[in-house]
């Protein structure tokens, strides 16, 4: 008995872009009315000028919802030739349901495979990964994938480390079949010793009695500091050599929007040329986590700072520890 394989490989790129950007902008003064904190103090420690937080109507699936629409009618894919959707994030409040087969069905799509994926900031170029893997390999034509935070929920406002640094918002792309490889191969891992750095806490389970109604995200900001800008830019040098691409034939950067000093560094660790343009929409978008790399990306094509066609490396890191990043062609804007 032989059991059935797609046997015809093809390539895959990222087809359309969509995202979904919370209305209301919240200033670094804002922030300092709760917390011990000064807007100056952030924009020089984290570049961070505003945010966004999802108001009361705004909820995730609703925010996936209005990104992955925005991505499947800048794709030209309908509900219909989906046949998987994959949502990354750490802030969906429930661990059961998982949020991506109601954001299937908000989006008119039937018997769809759906689930979520949680790798911390990493998650959307994870799940980037599975997308381009299962169309490369025939198991799917076309993949919707989502990232989604809903971190102002998720936030003690009064944390010093945290409350400034983290914001809400989704992207979204379809990845489908392509003439040419448009999504590398992932350079991807993870250090489960430092799982420490960036946790939850009360956790699920040690949670009760403790008098908070929910749990915090809670970080060892310098830890983070020490390693990421080091530690991604050999991930960076191993996702261009795995896609045969040199710093020079890069036309932007898009990394995790961490902080603004953290891209910086980095970007001056893996010695990227001056042409290649650097995503800065942590400046005003602040760290939306799972979400940042596919809004960082909206950004530098609705401000012309990169083009469609264009070759982006992709990088993103935290909680976990976890990391991926990849070499892609940037998708047209909905
Ligand atoms: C969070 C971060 C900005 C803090 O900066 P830092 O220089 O490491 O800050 P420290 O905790 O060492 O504190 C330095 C000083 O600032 C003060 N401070 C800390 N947080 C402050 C805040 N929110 N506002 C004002 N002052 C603050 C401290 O009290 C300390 O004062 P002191 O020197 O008088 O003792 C920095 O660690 C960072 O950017 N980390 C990476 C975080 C990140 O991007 N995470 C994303 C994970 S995906």
């Given at each position: 008995?032989?059991?059935?394989?797609?046997?015809?490989?093809?390539?895959?790129?990222?087809?359309?872009?969509?995202?979904?950007?919370?209305?209301?902008?919240?200033?670094?003064?804002?922030?300092?009315?709760?917390?011990?904190?000064?807007?100056?103090?952030?924009?020089?420690?984290?570049?961070?000028?505003?945010?966004?937080?999802?108001?009361?109507?705004?909820?995730?699936?609703?925010?996936?919802?209005?990104?992955?629409?925005?991505?499947?009618?800048?794709?030209?894919?309908?509900?219909?030739?989906?046949?998987?959707?994959?949502v990354a994030t750490s802030t969906h409040?429930?661990?059961?349901?998982?949020?991506?087969?109601?954001?299937?069905?908000?989006?008119?799509?039937?018997?769809?495979?759906?689930?979520?994926?949680?790798?911390?900031?990493?998650?959307?170029?994870?799940?980037?990964?599975?997308?381009?893997?299962?169309?490369?390999?025939?198991?799917?034509?076309?993949?919707?994938?989502?990232?989604v935070e809903q971190l102002s929920r998720?936030?003690?406002?009064?944390?010093?480390?945290?409350?400034?640094?983290?914001?809400?918002?989704?992207?979204?792309?379809?990845?489908?079949?392509?003439?040419?490889?448009?999504?590398?191969?992932?350079?991807?891992?993870?250090?489960?010793?430092?799982?420490?750095?960036?946790?939850q806490t009360p956790s699920c389970i040690?949670?009760?009695?403790?008098?908070?109604?929910?749990?915090?995200?809670?970080?060892?900001?310098?830890?983070?500091?020490?390693?990421?800008?080091?530690?991604?830019?050999?991930?960076?040098?191993?996702?261009?050599?795995?896609?045969?691409?040199?710093?020079?034939?890069?036309?932007?950067?898009?990394?995790?929007?961490?902080?603004?000093?953290?891209?910086?560094?980095?970007?001056?660790?893996?010695?990227?040329?001056?042409?290649?343009?650097?995503?800065?929409?942590?400046?005003?978008?602040?760290?939306?986590?799972?979400?940042?790399?596919?809004?960082?990306?909206?950004?530098?094509?609705?401000?012309?700072?990169?083009?469609?066609?264009?070759?982006?490396?992709?990088?993103?890191?935290?909680?976990?520890?976890?990391?991926?990043?990849?070499?892609?062609?940037?998708?047209?804007?909905?």
């Amino acid at each position: 008995m032989t059991i059935q394989q797609p046997t015809e490989l093809t390539h895959a790129a990222m087809l359309g872009l969509g995202v979904h950007r919370p209305e209301r902008v919240v200033t670094n003064d804002e922030i300092c009315e709760v917390l011990d904190s000064s807007d100056e103090w952030i924009q020089t420690r984290s570049g961070i000028k505003t945010r966004r937080f999802a108001g009361e109507d705004e909820t995730l699936i609703g925010m996936s919802t209005a990104a992955a629409e925005r991505a499947m009618a800048a794709a030209g894919v309908t509900a219909e030739q989906v046949g998987c959707l994959i949502v990354a994030t750490s802030t969906h409040p429930e661990h059961t349901p998982a949020s991506a087969p109601q954001v299937a069905t908000a989006l008119g799509m039937t018997g769809t495979a759906a689930f979520d994926i949680s790798a911390g900031c990493a998650g959307f170029c994870h799940a980037l990964n599975l997308a381009s893997s299962m169309v490369r390999s025939g198991a799917e034509s076309h993949v919707v994938v989502v990232g989604v935070e809903q971190l102002s929920r998720f936030m003690d406002p009064t944390d010093r480390g945290t409350a400034f640094i983290f914001a809400d918002g989704a992207g979204a792309v379809v990845v489908g079949p392509s003439d040419e490889p448009g999504i590398g191969p992932a350079a991807w891992g993870s250090d489960g010793s430092q799982a420490h750095v960036i946790t939850q806490t009360p956790s699920c389970i040690g949670g009760h009695g403790t008098g908070q109604d929910h749990p915090v995200v809670q970080m060892e900001g310098t830890a983070v500091f020490r390693w990421a800008p080091f530690a991604m830019a050999e991930v960076a040098h191993e996702a261009m050599r795995l896609a045969g691409v040199a710093p020079d034939d890069l036309d932007a950067f898009i990394p995790h929007q961490a902080n603004l000093r953290i891209t910086q560094t980095l970007a001056k660790n893996i010695k990227l040329p001056e042409s290649v343009a650097i995503a800065t929409d942590v400046v005003d978008a602040g760290n939306t986590s799972a979400a940042s790399v596919p809004l960082a990306m909206e950004a530098m094509l609705r401000q012309d700072e990169a083009s469609a066609g264009d070759t982006a490396l992709l990088i993103a890191f935290g909680a976990g520890l976890s990391y991926a990043g990849q070499v892609v062609t940037l998708p047209p804007l909905g």
